[in-house]
């Protein structure tokens, strides 16, 4: 790589923490920032999965460690934010969905998805967002959904925590931008992952949503570690505040 590249792209020397990062897009965006040269912390709940991920990233010569965490529950964010150590880079990715029509969702559907969408996202922000402010260096980068911006059907909560968690990425970046913390919303198209899995079963549905991409097919995990590189890096210095849509032109069809 030349100079130039690694002065744009590089991350060494810089630590992350990549919360679902032990599948899906989260794995996808660890991998890709540790390959550019970031230590990784992965955080997610079950242990196996964890040390599969962790495994599979040093075998791509990624210096990476797990955490175990239900970042549902408040206590569980506070441990890691007490056990991770120095960050520079926090990917806020893990996302849960609760499918029900409108009606239906209780109250524990709400608090829920809430707790993992949006508060552990807000609650590891205000550990780390301030820390990076100090040391005049940060990036945080928050997973978001096109319901960011618009409805699907029988996900209200999980849209509703999605648009609040576009909103937060302005709220952090106006906050610690000036102090060199660029702070985006990643937004992806329609991924084949576990998380989509329900849809996924829905005859005809894949083949659908692969037409509503102007690129003609679903998304990939891999698809966003340009991107995840990107708003990690040096070459983000004057993004902040944003969507980044890495959708395959879904939004815009
Ligand atoms: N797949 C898609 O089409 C799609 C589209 C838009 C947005 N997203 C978002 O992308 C992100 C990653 O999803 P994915 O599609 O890669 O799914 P995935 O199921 O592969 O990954 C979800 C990750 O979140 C973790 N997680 C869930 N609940 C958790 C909790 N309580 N505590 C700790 N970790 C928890 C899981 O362990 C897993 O690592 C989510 O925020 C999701 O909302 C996905
Ligand atoms: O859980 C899900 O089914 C997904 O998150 C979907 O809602 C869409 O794929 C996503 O919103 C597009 O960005």
């Not at 991770?84 to 990715?93: C, F, H």
Request: hydrophobic share 45%.
């Amino acid at each position: 790589m030349s100079d130039y590249l690694r002065e744009l792209f590089s991350l060494h020397g810089r630590r992350a923490l990549v919360t679902g990062g032990s599948s899906g897009i989260g794995y996808a965006v660890a991998e890709a920032i540790g390959r550019a040269g970031a230590e990784v912390v992965v955080v997610a709940r079950r242990e196996a999965e964890l040390d599969k991920a962790v495994t599979r990233l040093r075998e791509h010569g990624v210096t990476a460690s797990w955490i175990s965490a239900d970042l549902g529950d408040r206590a569980d964010v506070r441990r890691v934010c007490a056990t991770a150590g120095t960050i520079d880079i926090l990917v806020n990715d893990a996302g849960n969905n609760i499918r029900k029509p409108m009606a239906e969702l209780t109250a524990d559907d709400f608090e829920r998805t809430m707790a993992v969408n949006f508060t552990a996202p807000y609650l590891l922000g205000q550990h780390y967002g301030p820390e990076m402010a100090a040391r005049g260096w940060g990036r945080i980068i928050n997973v978001g959904s096109q319901q960011s911006i618009s409805a699907f059907g029988d996900s209200g909560i999980y849209g509703a925590a999605k648009a609040g968690l576009a909103g937060l990425t302005r709220s952090q970046a106006e906050a610690w931008s000036a102090a060199g913390v660029c702070v985006n919303t990643i937004i992806p198209g329609f991924v084949l992952t576990p998380l989509t899995e329900p849809a996924q079963a829905i005859p005809g549905r894949v083949e659908a949503l692969a037409a509503r991409h102007m690129v003609g097919r679903n998304g990939v995990p891999e698809d966003f570690a340009g991107a995840a590189v990107f708003l990690a890096g040096n070459a983000c210095a004057f993004v902040t505040g944003q969507m980044l849509f890495v959708d395959g032109g879904f939004a815009v069809h």
